[in-house]
């Protein structure tokens, strides 16, 4: 069986980590929060290069149906 990721609150709450903040003046809000910033760019990123891969595969007559996978039928 996989052991799963930890979250991050339970990153947040481990004692070391609390002490690592702690020096570098830093709060578990300000990770959230940092986290929610990062995320929201890869959201983004990924929004991005879905559309430009569909863009390609539509100037390529290529549908995105069953079939329509990586040149198949072409």
Do not use: F
Request: charged fraction near 25%; proline fraction near 4%.
């Amino acid at each position: 069986m996989h052991q799963r990721e930890p979250t991050l609150d339970e990153l947040l709450n481990e004692p070391i980590i609390r002490q690592v903040m702690i020096a570098d003046g830093h709060e578990p809000d300000d990770i959230r929060l940092l986290m929610r910033k990062v995320g929201g760019g890869l959201d983004r990123r990924a929004s991005g290069q879905a559309k430009l891969a569909a863009g390609i595969m539509q100037s390529r007559g290529v549908s995105g149906g069953a079939g329509g996978c990586c040149g198949a039928g072409a």
